[in-house]
């Protein structure tokens, strides 16, 4: 019996890791498709979880019971979700989407090491603190994730990894590179490099103030990039909800 358990065990951290590169590769591989499925399971889960949340909450909007406590909790969850879907899918696109290969590569590397990360921190969690992991996926494990992602983007580009853009840079690319028609691939990557030029300019102007050093610190917790971290929260979610479930049948 026990062997068996250790069987089952490593079918399902091996089905844990094939999910996690599975996303990977689908954002790397077909980021239009890769971006919709976000929307779309940011959307789903948001119905189900958002109005979980306001049920909970209803006590500290309402004294007493109303109608319009009934037309509360569909509406604002839905409009919610809604956001943050179309949110998650917008970021989901603009971090795969471009014409770097290289870079996207790394970006996705990155990316399905924060979706492990995460997925492993919501079974501790569950495992530990019989937590939900659905629950702490979507509603705090967003802003963590992200600033890990931007803190790895921000040491890929520091070793040259991926390119780093400074203004100077951009205003070259954006005059003498850019077509007057560009692809959508090429303003995903005209948007990063976007970013990567107001991350440089953000710490160009803290550095006035505070030590450089200081100065990425709080650069890397501007960064557009933090967004994607909602991104691989979804994802971790799901995955760390079916890995839960697994378990509890093996064990």
């Given at each position: 019996?026990?062997?068996?358990?250790?069987?089952?065990?490593?079918?399902?951290?091996?089905?844990?890791?094939?999910?996690?590169?599975?996303?990977?590769?689908?954002?790397?591989?077909?980021?239009?498709?890769?971006?919709?499925?976000t929307a779309g399971l940011g959307f789903v889960m948001g119905l189900r979880l958002e109005a979980a949340r306001l049920r909970n909450?209803?006590?500290?909007?309402?004294?007493?019971?109303?109608?319009?406590?009934?037309?509360?909790?569909?509406?604002?969850?839905?409009?919610?979700?809604?956001?943050?879907?179309?949110?998650?899918?917008?970021?989901?696109?603009?971090?795969?989407?471009?014409?770097?290969?290289?870079?996207?590569?790394?970006?996705?590397?990155?990316?399905?090491?924060?979706?492990?990360?995460?997925?492993?921190?919501?079974?501790?969690?569950?495992?530990?603190?019989?937590?939900?992991?659905?629950?702490?996926?979507?509603?705090?494990?967003?802003?963590?994730?992200?600033?890990?992602?931007?803190?790895?983007?921000?040491?890929?580009?520091?070793?040259?990894?991926?390119?780093?853009?400074?203004?100077?840079?951009?205003?070259?690319?954006?005059?003498?590179?850019?077509?007057?028609?560009?692809?959508?691939?090429?303003?995903?990557?005209?948007?990063?490099?976007?970013?990567?030029?107001?991350?440089?300019?953000?710490?160009?102007?803290?550095?006035?103030?505070?030590?450089?050093?200081?100065?990425?610190?709080?650069?890397?917790?501007?960064?557009?990039?933090?967004?994607?971290?909602?991104?691989?929260?979804?994802?971790?979610?799901?995955?760390?909800?079916?890995?839960?479930?697994?378990?509890?049948?093996?064990?």
């Amino acid at each position: 019996m026990y062997i068996l358990k250790l069987i089952a065990n490593a079918v399902i951290m091996a089905g844990e890791l094939a999910a996690v590169v599975g996303a990977a590769w689908l954002g790397y591989e077909y980021p239009f498709v890769f971006a919709g499925v976000t929307a779309g399971l940011g959307f789903v889960m948001g119905l189900r979880l958002e109005a979980a949340r306001l049920r909970n909450e209803l006590p500290f909007y309402f004294d007493t019971p109303s109608r319009l406590r009934l037309l509360f909790v569909p509406f604002v969850g839905g409009v919610e979700s809604l956001m943050k879907a179309v949110m998650a899918g917008i970021a989901a696109l603009f971090t795969f989407a471009g014409t770097d290969h290289d870079r996207l590569f790394h970006v996705a590397v990155l990316f399905g090491l924060l979706v492990f990360f995460g997925s492993n921190v919501l079974r501790w969690l569950a495992i530990k603190a019989a937590a939900h992991p659905a629950r702490w996926g979507y509603f705090r494990l967003g802003a963590p994730l992200g600033l890990l992602f931007s803190a790895g983007l921000a040491v890929l580009a520091a070793y040259a990894v991926i390119p780093q853009t400074t203004l100077s840079d951009l205003g070259w690319k954006m005059i003498w590179e850019v077509p007057a028609k560009p692809s959508l691939e090429q303003v995903s990557e005209l948007v990063f490099q976007i970013k990567q030029a107001f991350d440089d300019f953000v710490v160009t102007l803290l550095s006035t103030v505070m030590s450089r050093d200081w100065a990425r610190v709080v650069a890397v917790a501007a960064s557009v990039n933090v967004l994607t971290g909602f991104v691989a929260s979804l994802y971790a979610s799901v995955i760390a909800s079916i890995v839960r479930s697994a378990e509890e049948r093996v064990w």
